[in-house]
């Protein structure tokens, strides 16, 4: 009788972390990870004892200094004693907006610009073509550059809107001024406001009125969506859609309503007088040159990214939609684009990412960003470069990882979910 017995296991040697296919790439990774460290290790070490040689021993006290500069834009109050710290707050914020306003911007024109650039009316879609050819193959900073200079040049100046013989006139029942010295708004403000909140050392204020807004607003939001996800449970169950709008407009609407009057919400007009306007929320051409630039130039790279998106949808779907009566822009909003977007999200965020960085060239038109703020003056007044470049990389590194969290997210919800 034969009798069937496993073969014997072989023993672990040594030799086999180099020959033994199982752990070869392990092997590797860890001698690789190894040697990363040394030389993490060793540049850190020899940096802290060339700094040591030096006498600039690693410090980040400088930030409590004054900073003994200004800042012309800024959203809080800032002057030339604050810190350092405050100072790069006011850099980051106005960078912040900067991003804001470029990503909303350049989101708009560039899926309106790539959804021409696929129409049938000829003289339109050359049109947007031009557009595309024109700004991507030119450097932004160019871009920045010539914008600042048309809107200093092409402007009226504040004097224009003087006296009976003005050749000029503020827009929007006097409300807003355009001049060659920055746009004039009208700014928000409250009678009986809560007040603000000074942290880190007075760093910078948190205005207890906004926060109040924003919470308000956030719970409004939540709310609203509760709304919409009972509409949606019963239209699954009854196949009929209840009418939600006017509710889900309500709890946004009313409540926030009556938050501002109870803050006694105001608005502050500009006004001239003597050589220039007073009052309001100053836009400086800095902000605006850099705002248009960056949204432009980034507008043709997503223009090109949302053309791409609607070609890769098969032509069926748009057939389908007209045979069920659809008009071409109904199809193209309710078929066409939800699909494309799981095209078009990836590459977006690369380009939200890549005009943040690029705001960082507002040192080239005076706007006092975070570059110019904390990696510029700062830098130049203490000497400290190592201690502002690696806070300067850290901010932007989380802002883009901020970015790129939030657009994942939002990529994984319309991405297909296979059954």
């Known amino acids: 009788m034969t009798t069937l017995t496993d073969p014997p296991k072989e023993s672990f040697r040594l030799s086999m972390l180099i020959y033994d296919t199982r752990y070869r790439s392990m092997t590797i990774q860890v001698v690789a990870l190894i040697g990363f460290l040394i030389a993490i290790g060793w540049l850190i070490s020899n940096t802290a004892n060339n700094l040591a040689e030096l006498g600039k021993e690693p410090s980040f006290g400088f930030l409590w200094e004054p900073a003994g500069y200004d800042i012309n834009q800024r959203l809080l109050d800032y002057n030339s004693q604050s810190p350092h710290i405050r100072a790069a707050v006011i850099g980051l914020m106005n960078t912040l907006v900067v ?30 073509t031009i557009y595309v050819e024109s700004f991507r193959n030119v450097p932004v900073l160019l871009w920045i550059v010539f914008a600042m200079a048309i809107i200093t040049e092409t402007l009226p100046q504040p004097k224009d809107f003087r006296g009976e013989d003005a050749i000029a006139t503020m827009k929007l029942g006097d409300s807003v001024a355009i001049t060659n010295r920055g746009v004039y708004i009208p700014e928000p403000l409250f009678s009986s406001g809560i007040g603000d909140v000074s942290v880190f050392n007075d760093a910078f204020e948190v205005s207890l009125d906004l926060m109040a807004i924003l919470a308000l607003l956030g719970a409004s939001l939540v709310i609203s969506g509760l709304i919409k996800k009972r509409a949606d449970q019963i239209q699954a169950a009854t196949g009929v859609r209840p009418t939600t709008w006017y509710a889900r407009l309500g709890v946004i609407v009313i409540p926030m309503a009556i938050l501002l009057y109870v ?3 105001h608005l502050g007009y500009p006004e001239l007088k003597g050589f220039n306007f007073t009052g309001g929320t100053h836009l400086r051409n800095s902000l605006i040159a850099l705002w248009l630039a960056l949204s432009l130039y980034t507008a043709a790279f997503i223009a090109e990214i949302v053309r791409a998106g609607i070609l890769a949808i098969s032509k069926g779907q748009t057939e389908a939609a007209s045979a069920l ?12 684009l939800p699909q494309a977007l799981r095209v078009i999200i990836p590459p977006l965020i690369s380009n939200y990412l890549n ?3 690029n705001s960082s060239l507002a040192i080239a038109v005076g706007y006092m960003d975070l570059t110019g703020t904390l990696m510029g003056i700062t830098l130049n007044q203490t000497g400290r470069e190592l201690e ?15 970015i790129s969290m939030v657009m994942n997210w939002y990529n994984n919800s319309v991405k297909l979910r296979e059954r």
């Open 325 to 336: 009566g659809l008009r071409p822009s109904r199809t193209m909003n309710l078929v066409i």
């Open 388 to 402: 502002t470049v690696l806070l300067g990389m850290l901010v932007y590194l989380t802002i883009s990882l901020s």
């Open 99 to 128: 991003a804001v306003l470029g990503c909303i911007t350049a989101t708009v024109l560039g899926v309106t610009i790539g959804v021409l650039r696929l129409s049938k009316n000829w003289i339109i879609a050359r049109l947007m």
């Open 355 to 357: 005009l943040t960085k």
């Open 263 to 265: 803050l006694g919400f």
